[in-house]
């Protein structure tokens, strides 16, 4: 089956509202709970603040006041964190919220703009210890599962005195649970990676159960419409994360997967029933993914991928009623920030009009109740009547009670909740419960949210100026694309790598002769692996470099390609010397052993412009400098208080930079003084933290955490350190730090963690916004490290901008990162300045200490025979593909006679080339000739005449034929088009062919699809856009070439004499 089948939400495209759209005055929390921190109803929006531990609760509007903008108010709900909160399906002002307090409050709220109740109309108390979870019923009012950490009660709103039934306990923490859409069945998954469906009403133990989760990290479960298909969101073994398709009946194996890279941040998928639209975001990410879900393959569907501004606290879904159907709107998303509300609309392209485009909007699941809890309790099946998205046919509201409204609830004896009495008490209500199940709210009038952010790439169509007007400063790198080379450069069958490399070495290293990777073997060994020989290892022992203690970290010297440098937790420091050629025996005896640190080093870094001069920070909370060439200690830096995260030179090598533990960034000018010169706030995090200097040694950039564990990029101005972070970008969430490698000649900056799957690319400039967020590379599996060759291994011809090596878990690969251009045949020089010969000592270390300072000498990367494409000639834009209306136009009878009487005149042949019989004529009597003069006269007014009938005829009827299958093959093609959703045009551009050849068409299609799988750092989306611009193509052949089958001519009525 086509996995590229065609589905009309395949083009639907989010928008982010501009800034004035955002609901802002949010103080979002970001505590950890297993359910939901926001909400929403066809009119108002909940969500968890930062406010008394997470115990009051936020509330807005969906639509904005008649000023335009939002109110935002508090309710004080729980004496401790609220962990979850779900709005009624049946009504808008009825919200649920539960606690680590160990109750469970149903709330009557309002407007944000009136005042709110001060106490909850009904109070559960479960008595399981902390709730984490709770979920209403989706076809019965009053009625909601209420999830602890190991068991779920079913509780019915009016009678709050016991829970109707309390399912087995699960064997451990419990993480989701979802009720079916038809609401007979609950599905939960655990810690101890098993999916469980219940039927409550049938017993109380699981009716399925099976492991089905890869790793016990938190996870989520949906329920798929009303089939008996589950969707699950978690880990995989490798930390992956990751999204699964369950069938309920079958639950030993899965129909279907997504990955989404390796982060520590929980997905939260949200679930649209009517289109098949999921989507999927995480805690502390910055993207929200969307899929389309479908009940054969594929089942899963990449649909769009989209950036935003902010890290997500979570996620909701406005119902479907507040859509704008006028604009295509098939899903909205609230995106919740540290700050603010963000809506994030899904439009499908569709020409603008008000016309209603039902075949995006089935009937959706109406606000009135199908039934009562107790009828439901005791068998009932009934479902909420679907009601018409079309603003026309919606219902209205209706001035009388509903016939399923819940009868007031009985009073039973007040008794105190928790925040009233020590211990935990029963349930109590303050006051009668008596419209849970009120009618569905009048429909406001849909708003919809447009704008463009900088996570949603604008229509191709609009001008350069309108979108960095719309999208503010971009980079010229932001489609850089990172691949791997060809499988002939990799290293294969790489075996005992070393997985347990301290956090401040890189893992592995690299210079443009050969790679130096760490070993698991005792003894601290080092295997060297020449370049020149790349391919599959032998699997016997390979040569290494024993050092005989464990390695903390290795670097090679940048001037001298055969000197690599080791770092021992013994404190000292070894230099070997590797033979040309590489190994071919081990070495045990190093070059030099420095000897000087107290305690284990953390890290080394050689001078960027003076041989021989290494730098060292240790444990013993000092940095010292080293000449190799005499063997000796030069310089002792002091003034850290903990541990030494990493240090750097600057460009020049006259100062150097360090980042602490003890959330400090300093700069030291060693040949001056041993303490610092400039002292400043570094990151809040205490799990790590890298540095480099950028912009010419303007700013610092520093890789680390902020207060929520959360990977962010700092950027401190060299001149004044103790003002603080001028800039920050915040990154996602991952316990690995992010290893930065920065590009002087481009300003890029490429960082990735050791066991990402994901290469995050900055453009760092230096005014604001400072960083300009490019493309990443994604690969297939985490890698243990990556490691960068000098600019002048790049493929300048491709448009290569930097070459790294990737170090997996048994191979090495080259990277290529690559900027898209057109023009390859030009050298490019605004990617290509001149770059430094950082590889060549510019001064002696003696030289240096002695107070003299290095230059680097530049050289051009340009080839000999090619032209800059500064001096390239200008190209004359050719309009590509003629419009539509050249092939469709009418002729005007000028033309059509003109074209009448050129067919004519072929018709009668060329007299030149024919001679008239009577020229061949000799020797006749004048009489004579007058006879035949005027036989022949005769006979040649009835041959022109009779041809030039016949022709006239021919012609009229080739034009009518032309003109018919003009017309014919413009109608299939318009019609190919509509049924296809690509115009003939938009298929010539995605495979960029002119003409439509079969071979030219193959051939691009195959490179295109090639690039853009997903292994390459494409995406199926990509590939099915091109999949389809083929078909198109094809079906635009398979028109023309039933057009240009001869047809037999019309046939003609013989006069009599011809």
């Known amino acids: 089956m086509n996995r590229f089948k065609t589905s009309k939400f395949k083009n639907t495209t989010p928008k982010i509202a501009k800034r004035d759209g955002w609901i802002g005055n949010v103080r979002a929390g970001s505590f950890p709970s297993q359910g939901a921190n926001i909400k929403s109803s066809p009119r108002l929006v909940a969500f968890v603040t930062e406010q008394a531990g997470g115990g009051i609760l936020g509330l807005t509007s969906v639509d904005p006041g008649s000023d335009g903008k939002w109110a935002v108010t508090s309710i004080s709900c729980h004496a401790d964190l609220i962990t979850d909160l779900d709005f009624s399906p049946f009504d808008d002002d009825l919200l649920a919220t539960c606690s680590a307090d160990e109750t469970v409050k149903l709330w009557r709220v309002r407007d944000p703009d009136q005042e709110q109740p001060g106490e909850a109309e009904v109070t559960l108390c479960p008595r399981e210890g902390r709730l984490e979870l709770l979920s209403f019923h989706p076809t019965s009012s009053g009625l909601l599962a209420v999830g602890s950490s190991k068991t779920v009660q079913i509780w019915d709103a009016s009678r709050p005195d ?29 810690k101890d990676k098993k999916l469980r469906v219940f039927d409550p009403r049938v017993q109380l133990t699981p009716v399925q159960i099976a492991q089905c989760l890869q790793n016990n990290k938190d996870s989520r479960i949906l329920w798929i419409k009303d089939s008996d298909h589950i969707l699950t969101t978690g880990f995989d073994q490798m930390r992956g994360r990751e999204v699964k398709l369950w069938d309920s009946r079958k639950l030993t194996s899965s129909l279907g997967s997504a990955n989404l890279g390796t982060a520590s941040g929980t997905l939260m998928p949200l679930f649209d029933p009517d289109t098949g639209l999921l989507i999927v975001s995480a805690k502390g990410d910055s993207f929200i993914d969307c899929f389309e879900v479908s009940g054969s393959e594929p089942f899963l569907s990449q649909v769009s991928h989209c950036v935003t501004d902010a890290p997500t606290r979570g996620v909701a879904a406005v119902p479907k009623l507040v859509l704008d159907v006028s604009s295509c709107e098939v899903m909205r998303v609230l995106q919740l920030t540290d700050s603010s509300i963000v809506p994030v609309n899904y439009h499908v392209p569709r020409k603008s009009g008000q016309e209603f485009h039902a075949d995006l909007y089935p009937d959706t699941v109406g606000q009135t109740a199908a039934m009562s809890a107790e009828e439901w309790w005791k068998g009932g099946d009934k479902q909420v009547e679907r009601v018409s998205v079309d603003p026309a046919k919606r219902p209205k509201p209706k001035d009388t009670k509903p016939a399923n409204q819940m009868p007031a ?40 949210t447009s704008g463009l952010s900088s996570g949603c790439l604008p229509s191709p169509s609009q001008s350069a100026k309108a ?57 601290g060994q080092i295997a060297v692996l020449e370049l020149s020989q790349a391919g599959k290892l032998a699997d016997t022992g390979l040569p290494t470099i024993q050092n005989s203690v464990n390695v903390a970290d290795f670097t090679w010297d940048p001037f001298e390609c055969h000197r690599l440098v080791v770092a021992g937790d013994d404190a000292k420091i070894r230099v070997w010397l590797v033979p040309n050629g590489g190994l071919t025996e081990v070495l045990t005896e190093p070059k030099a052993v420095l000897q000087g640190h107290t305690e284990k080093i953390y890290s080394i870094k050689f001078h960027p412009q003076a041989s021989g001069l290494l730098a060292s920070s240790s444990y013993d909370l000092t940095v010292r400098l080293w000449d190799l060439e005499s063997g000796r200690e030069v310089k002792v830096l002091r003034g850290h208080n903990d541990q030494i995260f990493g240090l750097a030179w600057s460009p020049d090598g006259k ?75 915040p990154t996602d969430v991952s316990p690995s730090t992010l290893i930065p490698f920065y590009d002087p000649d481009t300003s890029v900056v490429i960082l990735t963690g050791k066991g990402d799957t994901r290469v995050y690319v900055f453009e760092i400039v230096p005014e604001a916004p400072y960083f300009l967020e490019c493309a990443s590379f994604n690969s297939s599996e985490p890698h243990k490290g990556l490691a960068f060759l000098p600019k002048t291994e790049c493929d300048v011809r491709d448009v290569e901008v930097a070459r790294g090596l990737r170090l997996s878990k048994t191979s090495i690969e080259p990277v290529a990162f690559k900027v898209p251009r ?44 090619m032209t800059p494409v500064s001096e390239a000639p200008k190209e004359v834009q050719v309009r590509k593909y003629l419009p539509s209306s050249h092939y469709l136009e009418e002729k005007t009878d000028e033309q059509k006679k003109d074209e009448l009487l050129s067919a004519m005149i072929g018709k009668l042949g060329n007299m030149e080339e024919n001679p008239l019989p009577q020229e061949s004529f000799q020797g006749v009597d004048e009489d004579e000739w007058a006879r035949y003069l005027a036989q022949i006269i005769v006979m040649g007014t009835q041959v022109v005449g009779r041809a030039f009938a016949r022709a006239l005829r021919q012609e009229y009827a080739a034009s009518q034929a032309a003109a018919e299958a003009r017309g014919r093959a413009g109608q299939q093609s318009a019609a190919t088009s509509s049924i296809t959703g690509m115009s003939l045009q938009e298929a010539q551009q995605i495979l960029n062919v002119s003409t439509l050849s079969p071979e030219e068409i193959q051939a691009k299609y195959e490179h295109l699809f090639k690039v853009n799988d997903k292994t390459a750092g494409g995406s199926f989306y990509l590939q099915s856009k091109v999949v389809r611009a083929k078909e198109r193509l094809e079906e635009e052949l398979c028109i023309q070439s039933q057009d240009d089958k001869p047809k037999p001519p019309p046939e003609q009525k013989q006069t009599a004499g011809t």
Request: hydrophobic share 30%.
């Open 467 to 523: 979108i960095s007007s719309l999208l503010g400063p971009s980079s010229k790198f932001r489609h850089l694309q990172g691949g791997v080379l060809h499988r002939d450069t990799h290293f294969t069958n790489l075996r005992g790598l070393n997985l347990t490399t301290p956090g401040e070495c890189d893992g592995f290293c690299a210079n443009r002769h050969r790679v130096a990777v760490p070993l698991a073997t005792a003894g």
């Open 822 to 865: 057109i023009r390859k045949e030009f050298f490019q020089d605004d990617v290509y300045p001149e770059t430094a010969v950082w590889w060549e000592s510019s001064l002696t270390a003696s030289a240096w200490l002695a107070g003299s300072d290095g230059k680097y000498r530049h050289i051009s990367l340009k080839p000999k025979d």
């Open 409 to 448: 609830k009985k009073e039973v004896p007040s008794r105190k909740s928790k925040e009233e009495s020590p211990g935990p008490g029963c349930s109590t209500s303050s006051s009668p419960l008596s419209s849970l199940s009120s009618s569905a709210a009048p429909s406001r009038s849909p708003s919809s």
């Open 162 to 190: 016991a829970p109707l039934a309390a399912l087995e306990p699960h064997s451990e923490q419990m993480q989701s649970m979802s009720w079916k859409q038809d609401g007979s069945l609950l599905a939960s998954s655990c």
């Open 655 to 729: 100062l150097l930079a360090t980042v602490c533990k003890d959330g400090k960034v300093r700069i030291y000018d060693p040949r001056k003084s041993a303490d610092p010169v400039q002292e400043g706030s570094g990151p809040e995090g205490q799990r790590g933290a890298r540095l480099v200097w950028v912009c010419d040694g303007r700013y610092l950039m520093v890789s680390g955490f902020d207060c929520r564990s959360e990977r962010t990029l700092y950027l401190y101005s060299t001149k004044s350190l103790s003002s603080g972070a001028i800039a920050s970008a």
